[in-house]
Nanobody, 126 residues
């Protein structure tokens, strides 16, 4: 069974940092596209950062570019999202997701993925 467990959320002040982790089981990260998505109440889901190794490029949403960094530890089947310079508008539930490889990192962040984990809440106060 494909399982994704996100953790590391919390409450931080604007300008602070958090590192989210997503531990995967039931599949190997290296064989899948992986992404971070977020959703705030009343807003559309947003693809924050996605990676498909066929593409080879890490995609970042314009809203987080330069502030967030996507990385993986394939030996641990874990993906990370380092979030710096956090803003109140970053407040959302953050989800880790996965999909079989498709060839475009940006495409997955735009249209979504097949496998989703439970989200972790990130709240950024002013």
């Amino acid at each position: 069974e494909v399982q994704l467990q996100a953790s590391g959320g919390g409450l931080v002040q604007a300008g602070g940092s958090l590192r989210l982790s997503c531990a995967a089981s039931g599949f190997t990260f290296d064989d899948y596209a992986i992404g971070w998505f977020r959703q705030a109440p009343g807003k559309r889901r947003e693809g924050v950062s996605c990676f498909d190794k066929i593409d080879g490029r890490i995609y970042y949403a314009d809203s987080v570019k330069g502030r967030f960094t996507f990385s993986t530890d394939n030996a641990k089947n874990t993906v990370y999202l380092q979030m710096n310079s956090l803003k109140p508008e970053d407040t959302a539930v953050y989800y880790c997701a996965a999909n079989v490889l498709g060839g475009s990192s940006e495409w997955f962040c735009t249209y979504g993925m097949d496998y989703w984990g439970k989200g972790t809440q990130v709240t950024v106060s002013s």
